[in-house]
């Protein structure tokens, strides 16, 4: 019998056929930008790291260790952890219209990272405030929805969530009318819009523990996830503790969004556009819909990012970008929609 | 043997107490039926007997165990829920809605298997709806989703079952096929708890009655005894006589004629 409603195609060679796509775009990605790297350098630079070769590099392989596939991978990283914590909020919010920004982690962070610009701190100092700033916010919401009792906790989270958001913006507007207007305030007009310009291995390495430690507890309770999206009281007659499991989500979620927006800036629509075009393809068991919104979200940031860096001579952001193209796509989806997600 | 017992239980919310004085008792093989107008705290008393609520008073034992001293998990072993039929935000399958009764007998990171998969069928079967299993739970009726629901408690393969108001969406041949069932996990030695709209589901298959009001209960014991027609008159503030059928079963007769619009009182 055929239990999948949700696609013609076999689940096995949906994921293959995304996989390849992801790979082939990973591939192209690389070769493409203003330095013109073609696949022989591709393949040389292969071989050296496999022979372990260490004469110099030629120019071509420097772009490429230094410049493009540090690029190309964090695209990726940041695609798929984006999505990721996007389709975990949505199935513990019930809600498909909720996204990281809704519980304040990304602006938290936005506002982490703006202080840290404003001090004139170096690179590392800002990414580590942006961090900071996300987990703070995310702590506070969580407080002021345990203080609020005898509401729906879901809403009283998304508001508080919404308000702290809103206050964590404000604060980001007082900073940026105090900013120097020549040094300061283009750098964090910059960032907030999202950008891996300039992105290095070291900031890939610090962002891919932290992004895999928020990923572990997801993919070890994929199934609980299913059982939160039904409701607390559901969940718990089914046998699970919705709120200590509903804080590890949360927390998983979180850490994975701070750790990328601390290093890629404010990307908005990814995590919320990608679960929802993933659900659309393999349906809402999070058994599935976890690795294809990652996978879709780590292809749709890579051509974005590809688009912002090769489209005009100088860089797009990529908060403009995603935007451009998630909000057409979100009102489509809404207009063509189902009843229900 | 799995029972589940109340004594003198106070039910409701932090300051805002619903019911009390409760004293119930469901054993294998028992079908409890719960009647009580609109309001008069039937939902509450099932979330408080689940342990979704905390009791106000009184005790609750699961299976001889206080139920505060459970874990979610050892109370979900026992005893399944089949919530009203609701809506769902997200499409499941209606097959995975049933397999996610299973989780209770998986570990904590594992996810359901091949012979979970099975039983979820084979309870989706057992209810006349297994040609659904690959639809999505958003788009089948109400009283499929009702019928899924109550698919879902039996692939949580519990000695007790609690179902709230388990025909109130269902169309009169799917109120009678749950009836069925209701009496059919009884006799396999289920204990059944259920709430009811109607006293005549109440006759059809509950071994014991409990009629609730304002939440105080104002009767229990056997369907014949407790189901009168004064007692469902002063309950239900309408005028009701009970008929006997030639075959013994008897039915409930509202009396329409006079007292529209107008509360009964006993005596007039």
Redesign the interface.
């Known amino acids: ?6 696609t013609a195609l076999n689940p096995g060679f949906t994921f293959g056929l995304l996989v390849l796509a992801v790979a082939a775009l990973a591939f192209g990605a690389v070769l493409v930008g203003p330095y013109p790297v073609d696949s022989a350098d591709l393949v040389s630079a292969a071989n050296r790291i496999i022979s372990g070769d260490t004469t110099p590099l030629s120019q071509a392989e420097t772009v490429l260790f230094s410049i493009r596939i540090p690029r190309v991978a964090t695209a990726l990283l940041v695609g798929a952890a984006l999505s990721a914590a996007g389709a975990v909020y949505q ?1 513990l919010f ?3 219209l909720v996204s990281p920004d809704i519980l304040g982690v990304s602006t938290g962070a936005g506002l982490g990272a703006v202080l840290g610009i404003f001090l004139s701190l170096p690179v590392v100092a800002i990414q580590g405030f942006a961090f900071i700033g996300g987990a703070v916010t995310v702590t506070l919401v969580y407080l002021v929805a345990s203080a609020v009792r ?1 509401h729906e906790p879901t809403l009283v989270l998304v508001l508080s969530g919404v308000v702290l958001g809103a206050l964590a913006s404000a604060c980001i507007s007082l900073l940026k009318i105090l900013a120097d207007p020549y040094d300061q305030l283009p750098a964090i007009t910059f960032w907030l819009l999202g950008s891996l310009a300039g992105i290095q291995a070291g900031d890939l390495a610090g962002a891919l523990p932290a992004v895999i430690i928020g990923l572990v507890p997801l993919v ?5 996830m ?2 939160m ?2 409701g607390d ?2 969940a ?6 919705p709120r200590r499991l509903r804080l590890l989500f949360v927390a998983a979620a979180t850490l994975m969004t701070a750790s990328v927006v601390a290093i890629s800036g404010v990307i908005g629509w990814v995590g919320l556009v990608m679960p929802h075009i993933a ?1 659309l393809v393999v ?3 999070f ?1 599935r819909l976890l690795p294809a919104a990652m996978l879709m979200g780590a292809g749709y940031l890579l051509i974005v990012d590809t688009i912002a860096r090769t489209l005009a001579e100088t860089e797009t952001p990529l908060g403009v970008l995603t935007a451009f193209v998630g909000a057409p796509v979100f009102i489509w989806l809404l207009a063509t929609g ?4 | 043997m799995t029972t589940l017992a109340a004594r003198q239980l106070g039910f409701g ?2 300051r805002q107490p619903v019911g009390r004085d409760v004293d119930l008792e469901v054993a294998p093989g028992e079908v409890l039926c719960l009647l009580g107008p609109n309001g008069s705290g039937k939902t509450t008393l099932f ?1 408080t007997l ?3 609520l905390v009791r106000q008073g009184g005790n609750i034992v699961l299976d001889g165990k206080d139920i505060g001293t459970l ?3 050892q ?3 026992r ?3 089949v ?1 009203q039929a609701h ?7 209606v ?2 809605m049933v397999l ?2 299973r ?2 007998h ?1 570990g ?5 298997r091949e012979h979970d ?1 099975l039983r979820a ?1 084979q309870a989706l079967d057992q209810l006349g709806i297994g040609d659904l ?4 739970f ?2 089948i009726s109400g009283g499929q989703r009702q019928l899924a629901l109550i698919a879902r408690a039996l692939a ?1 393969d519990t000695p007790i079952v609690v179902m709230d108001e388990p025909t109130a969406s269902l169309d009169f041949g799917n109120q009678v096929r749950v009836l069925q069932q209701v009496r059919k996990l009884s006799e396999a030695g289920l204990g059944i708890v259920l709430s009811t709209h109607n006293p005549d589901h109440a006759l059809a298959c509950a071994s014991r009655v409990l009629v609730l009001a304002d939440g105080t209960l104002q009767a229990s014991g056997s369907p014949d005894t407790v189901l009168t027609g004064e007692l469902l008159s002063s309950v239900y503030q309408v005028e009701v006589r009970l008929e006997r059928l030639s075959h013994g079963q008897h039915v409930c007769v509202p009396h329409l004629d006079g007292n529209t619009g107008k509360r009964f009182r006993p005596g007039d």
């Open positions: 019998m055929d239990k999948r409603a949700h199935g019930r809600n498909p005898n070890l309770l994929r199934w609980r299913n059982l999206a039904l009281e559901e718990a007659t089914l046998g699970v503790d659900r349906g809402p068991n058994h189902r009843r229900s997600w | 919310y932090p979330k689940l342990g979704l874990s979610r998990t109370i979900a072993r005893v399944a829920y919530p809506e769902s935000v997200f499409p499941y399958t097959h995975d996610m009764g989780t209770v998986r904590l990171f594992s996810s359901p998969a069928q299993a690959s639809r999505e958003t788009r949580q």
